[in-house]
């Protein structure tokens, strides 16, 4: 052959390779089980807000845990439920039970709804010892009894509560709750309650797009908060109640039952463990690590006074929702005359935590 046809061939290969690789190699997209379990119907509404951020064009099937019949056929896994009694529910203990061989080969996420989004929250009820409650606390057993499964994302959003619509017992359970929660409780009063915080589904959304499908975050993520947004009113009889008064984040109260005080620093989760172990130390007050996630951590802080141990609940957390900010709760359960130590300290805590302008104000 001679040399310039030649070398044209030559060119026309290269030519036809340049224009055929990208659909040669373009890797096939994820195919994706988004699995749900929900009683009242608020965590499919979420489900399908996150099929609209992660993009129609994902291949993603959204199913109800009684409809999945295998996990074979996907590369990845979102597991979502609604939180009952501090947990998710039992068909999803059974279905990750189930697949428990399966699952750690695939990247698996999970999320909750909830009623109550702050991780930085303890329960005090007659019959449990006080104890961490809310948003990605409720997966804690779940992880721990299937420690193979590492999930690439977890999240508690919030949710949603509809008075009328609670089946007898539950309505019976959530009423006790109400009335014996030593802090009272944020659904009192209302028809509706909704307490989702649509920055975290936006946040857990954008993470799946990034971190299992390798795709850009959408900057424009807020325009699927339709998917949640409803025109009822939070009360039938008095339309000023909202569905959810929005929780303060800075909180100071003293009350017969409970000395609290909340707030936020400019820091990490690191930086503030040693800010609280440096006034564990300057006030003679033990540590005593109860729990310890990547998002947050739970101290018993003891302190021994006329040679009574009295216990202090302290908990620092960071949220997807307040990138910068930890948020934290110092408690005493203590009566108002036993715990006059131990409000001291708390005031101490706040002093040194706020202290070279790390305290955030508002909210
Ligand atoms: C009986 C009952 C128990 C609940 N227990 C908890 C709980 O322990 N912690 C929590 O944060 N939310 C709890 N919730 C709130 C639900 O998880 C929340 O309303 C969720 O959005 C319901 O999801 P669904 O509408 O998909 O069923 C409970 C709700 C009911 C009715």
Request: charged content about 25%; hydrophobic content about 40%; some cysteine.
């Amino acid at each position: 052959m001679k040399q310039p046809v030649k070398k044209m061939y030559l060119l026309a290969a290269v030519a036809c390779l340049i224009f055929l690789c990208p659909l040669i190699c373009r890797a096939e997209a994820k195919k994706g089980l988004l699995v749900y379990d929900s009683i009242y119907g608020s965590t499919p509404e979420v489900a399908y807000w996150i099929k609209a951020i992660i993009g129609d064009e994902q291949p993603l099937d959204v199913k109800r845990v009684d409809q999945v019949i295998t996990v074979s056929p996907y590369d990845y896994v979102l597991i979502g439920s609604y939180s009952k009694w501090e947990k998710p529910s039992p068909r999803i203990y059974k279905f990750v039970e189930k697949y428990q061989n399966e699952l750690p080969k695939k990247q698996v996420c999970y999320f909750l709804t909830c009623g109550d989004w702050d991780e930085t929250m303890i329960l005090k009820v007659p019959g449990t010892g006080a104890h961490q409650i809310a948003g990605r606390n409720y997966l804690y057993e779940l992880m721990t009894k299937y420690p193979n499964i590492q999930p690439v994302v977890i999240a508690g959003f919030g949710g949603r509560q509809v008075a009328s619509a609670l089946h007898g017992p539950d309505a019976f359970m959530i009423w006790m709750l109400e009335n014996l929660a030593k802090e009272g409780a944020a659904w009192s009063g209302l028809d509706i309650y909704e307490s989702l915080v649509p920055e975290r589904v936006e946040v857990f959304g954008n993470e799946v797009r990034q971190k299992v499908l390798g795709l850009e975050p959408l900057a424009d993520v807020q325009k699927y908060r339709g998917f949640w947004q409803s025109q009822q009113p939070g009360s039938l009889t008095d339309p000023a109640k909202k569905k959810y008064t929005v929780r303060a984040y800075t909180v100071h109260t003293a009350t017969d039952k409970l000395f609290y005080s909340r707030f936020r620093i400019k820091s990490d989760l690191d930086g503030a463990i040693k800010l609280i172990s440096a006034w564990a130390q300057q006030n003679g007050v033990t540590l005593s690590e109860q729990r310890k996630t990547f998002f947050n951590v739970y101290y018993h802080a003891v302190k021994n006074s006329g040679g009574k141990d009295m216990t202090m609940h302290v908990v620092a957390a960071v949220m997807p929702d307040d990138p910068g900010a930890v948020h934290l709760s110092l408690r005493s359960y203590d009566s108002p005359d036993a715990r006059k130590p131990l409000e001291e300290a708390i005031n101490k805590a706040e002093q040194l935590l706020w202290a070279d302008g790390r305290k955030i104000e508002g909210r």
